[in-house]
């Protein structure tokens, strides 16, 4: 059984810094992109980062780029966000997410339609 476990939500102060992880299991994600998602109440999930399978490559929403950053441990089959600079519109449960990478002849995955696994998510709450 396929499982990602997300961790490392919580609350912090604006300007504060969190790091989520998402431990992957049940098979291995080669030829896969590696995501994180959020969704805000109210508003749609949207994409935030992916790392991809060939070459480490990542790829960053605009408005966590410079803020953000997603890594991944292919060992452990682990995918990281490093949040830094949290800002009160950050606040969203963010979502950790597996998708196929067809390969860098191909866009990398960023619409949540490419994603085929799904974590249970972790809430990321940023006060003032």
């Known amino acids: 059984q396929v499982q990602l476990v997300e961790s490392g939500g919580g609350l912090v102060q604006a300007g504060g810094s969190l790091r989520l992880s998402c431990a992957a299991s049940?098979?291995?994600?080669?030829?896969?992109?590696m995501g994180w998602f959020r969704q805000a109440p109210g508003k749609e999930r949207e994409f935030v980062a992916t790392?991809?399978?060939?070459?480490?490559?990542?790829v960053y929403a605009d408005s966590v780029k410079g803020r953000f950053t997603i890594s991944r441990d292919y060992a452990k089959n682990t995918v990281y966000l490093q949040m830094n600079s949290l800002k009160l519109g950050d606040t969203a449960v963010y979502y950790c997410?597996?998708?196929?990478?067809?390969?860098?002849?191909?866009?990398?995955?960023?619409?949540?339609?490419?994603?085929?696994?799904w974590g249970q998510g972790t809430q990321v709450t940023v006060s003032s």
């Open positions: 049940g098979r291995t994600f080669s030829s896969y992109a």
């Open positions: 790392v991809r399978w060939s070459g480490g490559i990542t």
């Open positions: 997410a597996a998708g196929r990478d067809y390969g860098l002849g191909y866009a990398a995955p960023i619409y949540s339609t490419e994603y085929g696994y």
